[in-house]
């Protein structure tokens, strides 16, 4: 893969795991496909993505966007992903095999949009990226730093925050740290 259009290309053609028989759509993600600060880490597309073929367009979606316009964070400023890029059956957690079949397209997509700080949304996310094992209501609103230097924010999924509205400040919380990041890195959001 030597740049972004083979990325798609070929992340398209997917046929690395089962998940592939049920799609519609491969999600590859939402924003501009050049470097941004912040990258955007859900765990794979629902019904309304699968429909689109673009990531988190669905209610959980529209609760994130309004949260990112009222922290006045621009949208070119971040790239929304997803660890797995086709729907698992009725939205079930996809399984181990499947993460790891599909991971590699998230690894691309981390080195071509180089961010400086990913959020994790949701227990699937952290799990892919920081650890296998962890709990997101125990590690979530903490930095953690990856090696290579990456920090990393992992936080409620907004779909869980959307069935539990005693998450909804925490959400914002973490947010808003990640806001405060960004401006301490300089970046203009
Ligand atoms: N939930 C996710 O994890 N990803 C999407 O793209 C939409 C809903
Ligand atoms: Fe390929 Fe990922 Fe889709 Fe599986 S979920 S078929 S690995 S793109």
Request: charge should be positive.
């Amino acid at each position: 893969m030597n740049s972004w259009n083979d990325f798609i290309r070929e992340c398209t053609a997917c046929k690395r795991c089962g998940l592939y028989s049920g799609r519609q759509n491969v999600v590859i993600g939402r924003g501009n496909p050049k470097p941004v600060p912040l990258l955007f880490v859900g765990e794979g597309p629902g019904e309304q993505e699968d429909i689109q073929g673009e990531a988190f367009v669905g209610r959980a979606g529209k609760l994130l966007d309004l949260l990112l316009e009222a922290l006045r964070i621009d949208a070119d400023c971040y790239y929304i992903a997803n660890v797995v890029k086709c729907r698992p059956p009725q939205n079930r957690v996809p399984t181990r095999e499947e993460m790891e079949a599909c991971l590699p397209w998230l690894r691309y997509q981390v080195k071509a949009l180089k961010p400086s700080v990913i959020v994790c949304l949701g227990s699937t996310a952290a799990r892919a990226i920081i650890d296998d094992e962890v709990k997101i209501t125990q590690i979530r609103g903490t930095w953690i730093e990856l090696k290579g230097g990456l920090v990393v924010m992992p936080t409620y999924h907004p779909a869980a925050v959307l069935r539990d509205t005693r998450k909804r400040e925490d959400f914002f919380l973490d947010m808003k740290k990640v806001r405060s990041r960004l401006i301490e890195m300089g970046v203009n959001t």
